[in-house]
Structures are given as C-alpha cells and as structure tokens.
C-alpha cells in the first residue's frame, strides 16, 4: 500500500447520486466480479449499502494500472479514485470512471465459497466460510433486520420503564426443566451454563426494581438437531412486578408490533433484497386455550405416540402437543396467536395456577403458525405454594435456595416472558432454518467458527 495515497472512502455506493456527476470519488469495497471486454471493463464494487459499477476505459487510464485493475482477483479489497458519471445503461443511473486505485488485499484464488454464485452452497459449506456468506447481500440483510429487532426490544422496554440488567450465565441449577444442562468445570466445583435468566429476573421482583430486562445468550444441550433449536440463543427476557397475564400480554404484543414497524421503517431495502412482505400484526392477537386445540386434534383424530415412538391414542387434555399437531393447527392459523391455560403439568414450576383451577395454568405460549416464539406466564409469588410446586414436581426446594429465599421476605406478584430472538428474526426475514440468523450457529455438530 502507498502511504501516501489516500485510500478512505469518501462515498459508500448508496449514498452516490446526481449532486455527485463529474467529482471525483473514493470508493471502497471487494470485487464481485470483472468482465473484460479488452478497451473496456465493467467491475462491480461491492460495500454495504450495494454496488457500484466501474467502468474502466483503457484510453483513459495508464494502460498499465488498466491491466493491473482489470486483473484483481475476485472478492479482493480494492480503493478506487475515480470519477462519477451519469450513464442511463447502468443500473444506478451512474458509474465510476476511475483513473487510479489502490489494491489493498488480494484475495486467495479458487474462493472457497462463491459470494455470486448462482447456485447455493449447502449449509455447512457456508457456514464454514461464514465471513464470504456474510458477503451476500442477502445474508447480511438478514442481519441488519436481526440488529434493528433487538434495537426494537430494547426502545420499547425502556420506554415502558424497564431497567437493562446482566444476570449470571455460569449457575449451579437448573432452570427450565427438561432440555438438559452444559455442565463446565469451575475451579473444583461442577457448575452449568445457564438455560435461561429466569431464576435471577424473578428474584428481582422482590428488590423493588419493578420491571427489568435482559437481552442476552441462554444455552441449551438440546440433543436434538432441528430447524427451530439452538445450543446458544439470545433471549430476549422481561419480568415485571404488581403485573398480571394480561400485563405481559400486552407488552409482549407491542414488543412484537414495535419490531415489525421497526423492520419496515428501517429495513425496507433488506425485506426487498429477501423478498418479504411484512403486514403488521393487529392487537390484539387472537387467542386460543390449550383446551380449544386438544378439542380440534380429538375431533381430527390426532394420535400421540407411545415410548415405542408408535401411534397409540387420540391425544387428549394433558398431553404435550407434538410438531405434528400443531402444524395442524397452524392451517388455520398461520400467523401470530397466544395459547393460554395450558394444564399446569406441561408448564415450568414457577408459573401460576388459574385461582378458580388448580389444574390449569396462568403460561402462555406465543406461537407463529406451528413455531413457538414465546412462553411465560403469571408466576407464583407465595413461598407456601412454591414449595409445594416445586416437591409436586419432583424438585427439591432446597436445590433452589436463593431463589426461594427471596420469596420469603415480601415478594409481590409478578409476571414475564421468554422470547428467542432468533425465532422472531426468523420470521421477519422469512426463513425456515434458525442457523440462518445466527452469525456463528452452535448446533451439536457445529462449534468451530
Ligand atoms: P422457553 O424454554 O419456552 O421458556 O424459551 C423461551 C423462548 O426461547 C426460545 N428458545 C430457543 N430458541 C432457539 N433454540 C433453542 N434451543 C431454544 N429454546 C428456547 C423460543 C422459546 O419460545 N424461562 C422461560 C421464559 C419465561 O417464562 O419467562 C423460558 O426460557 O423462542
């Protein structure tokens, strides 16, 4: 590199336009591709707001450094001076006339994954070679809706009085029952990462805090290798104290509209890029119980499977809704729909059980067709019925002792929810596959890069 040259930016691609015609330029980005017609070349730069087309004429330039130029390897980080013109054969409406540049790394040839090409790579092609996927344009689009969601999250939360807290991710307990844990080695002892800030957001209610919030990673040793699951997620959490069911609905419904206005607002040009159509969902969502779908899969003849893995009987009241079900639920519904009053047996220990129904739960689920977005719930403040939760489900109290603890001393009633942030940024930018929105996904086979 010639230190004496200047090689910064001075516009990105997007931001070039009629006041620019006939000035001099500096753009900076990678070569995507170069088709040289011998007098005459036409490169595309590529930065992050898009293309330009540069359009290098062998008369106009040293024929050398016009060599030199139309010559550099694909995705190879290039400087280029040049001169803006107005050209109604190029896409933009304009190209770069360029009369100097400077190669600022050249990039290794065969690449070892195409950032045009045509044809896809498959997924762990891709993944190994994340940094030239995250070259597509497409790919990053996925990232920036990802970063305007979170943004999304954090806006509302604070305006509705939220603090942003950082609670611990090496614990020595379990939280959610069921996925198991990531034991670590910690110092002598055997300790976990944790699944979810759950213990930690509700002992916060009894500070005084009222309302907090945590945007951060939950891990998961999901053995299970699925479109939906994650070994490390980001969760999006929220706890709020002298709040019902319906309190967290409600936030949980402008968290979600806030996201998609967000999206729209900000990432017009990304949704276009991944050709989404985002329609802002109504509030309030539409609501179903636990006990409507049972009643829906009965009546279709829905069986669950035995241990066997073999279709037994028709699911009834109390069973765990599979996959399978739900997808035919989500016939008709294809959108964003709570579930409510599920039976207690099927939630965690801390949600609440209805006041007139002991068997029934204040938990909800937030579901997007048959995927689930969200759970949570009204939670149980009263250390008696805690305890007792706890043992009825086989979990010793004293295992939960900080916790429990802070129930004991004034803990008023309280209510939050979980969401994935993948899971959501999945549905904003329309993938199947939960990998695409996660920058290094950690799956049980994946855990390098
Ligand atoms: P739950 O375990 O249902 O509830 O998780 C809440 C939400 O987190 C996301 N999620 C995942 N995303 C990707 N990969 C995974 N393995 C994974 N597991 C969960 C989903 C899910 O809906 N403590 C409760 C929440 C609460 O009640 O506040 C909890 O963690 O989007």
Known sequence: MDPDKVWKRTRYSSEIGEEDYNTEVVI??????????????????????????????????????FKRLVSIPRESTVSIHGIVRQSPQAKAGWEIIPHDFTLLNEAKTPLPLGVIDKVDADMDTRLDNRFLDLRKLNVQSIFKIRSTVLAAARDVFLEEGFIEINTPKIVATATEGGTALFKIQYFDRVAYLNQSPQLFKQTMMSTGLDRVFEIGPAFRAEEHDTIRHLNEYTSIDMEMAWADLD?????????????????????????????????????????????????????????????????????????????EGMKIIAKDRPSLYFITEWPMSLKPFYIHPKDDDPEVSQGFDLNFGEKELVSGGQRIHEPGLLRDILIKKGLNPEAFGFYVKAFEYGMPPHCGWGLGAERLTMILTGQTNVRETVLFPRDKKRLVP
């Open 28 to 65: 900076c980005g990678w070569i995507e591709n170069t088709k040289n017609m011998g007098k005459m070349a036409f490169i595309r730069v590529r930065d992050r707001s898009g293309i330009s087309q540069v359009t290098a004429l062998s008369k106009g330039m040293d024929p050398d450094l």
């Open 247 to 323: 309190d967290s609905l409600d936030l949980l419904e402008m968290v979600i509209q806030r996201a998609y206005t967000s999206v729209l607002n900000e990432n017009y040009l990304d949704l276009e890029e991944l050709k989404m159509n985002l329609v802002v969902p109504e509030r309030p969502f539409p609501r179903v119980t636990y006990t409507q779908i049972i009643d829906k899969l009965t009546s279709a003849g829905f069986e669950v499977e035995d241990e066997a893995g073999h279709r037994s009987r028709v699911i009834r009241w109390g069973d765990d809704i599979p996959l």
